[in-house]
């Protein structure tokens, strides 16, 4: 062990243990909830990027890397991190994020031809932003087996 890792594992110690470690904990918690979430501030109109649609309810707008020629986020305008925050009093909200897909494909052309509609949940769902989103993928046969 170097010098540098020495320091370092004193470092981590000191941060980890005790009152301390409560206190970087609730640090790192308050400073989770402060930073932005990217799909809020899209809602919100305070990041770059074409809405397609809005509501009171939903929003939807292009995928900054999508997987296929139309690939849509149709999101709720609440801050849900995934499926697993939904109540049963979600279920007409969720109803929604179906409808505005369904709209989406026959605007975008891909509602003969087919889509694919996709909900990430969490590490092994592969769900890379904590805000729940429906993923509306077409233009192109999709590939299987899918997981
Ligand atoms: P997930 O992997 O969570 O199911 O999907 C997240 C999706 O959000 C990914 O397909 C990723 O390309 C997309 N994405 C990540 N950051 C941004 C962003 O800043 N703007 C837009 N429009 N899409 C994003
Ligand atoms: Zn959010």
């Not at 640090?27 to 809602?43: E, G, H, Q």
């Not at 074409?50 to 709720?76: G, K, M, N, S, W």
């Not at 697993?84 to 494909?105: C, H, K, T, Y």
Request: net charge positive.
């Amino acid at each position: 062990m170097t010098r540098w890792d020495e320091k370092q594992a004193r470092l981590r110690a000191f941060l980890t243990r005790g009152a301390v470690g409560d206190l970087t904990v609730a640090l790192l918690r308050s400073l989770a909830k402060m930073s932005p979430c990217i799909f809020c501030k899209i809602i919100q109109g305070e990041s770059p990027g074409a809405i397609l649609y809005r509501d009171e309810q939903a929003t939807a707008f292009h995928d900054a890397h999508p997987a296929a020629p139309v690939h849509i986020l149709i999101v709720p305008n609440r801050h849900i991190v995934s499926v697993n925050e939904l109540e049963p009093g979600d279920e007409p909200l969720i109803g929604r994020l179906f409808s505005v897909a369904r709209q989406l494909a026959q605007q975008e052309g891909i509602q003969e031809s087919g889509y694919r509609l996709i909900v990430n949940t969490g590490a092994h769902g592969g769900q890379t932003v904590p805000h729940l989103h429906l993923h509306l993928i077409g233009g192109q046969r999709m590939r299987h087996p899918m997981g």
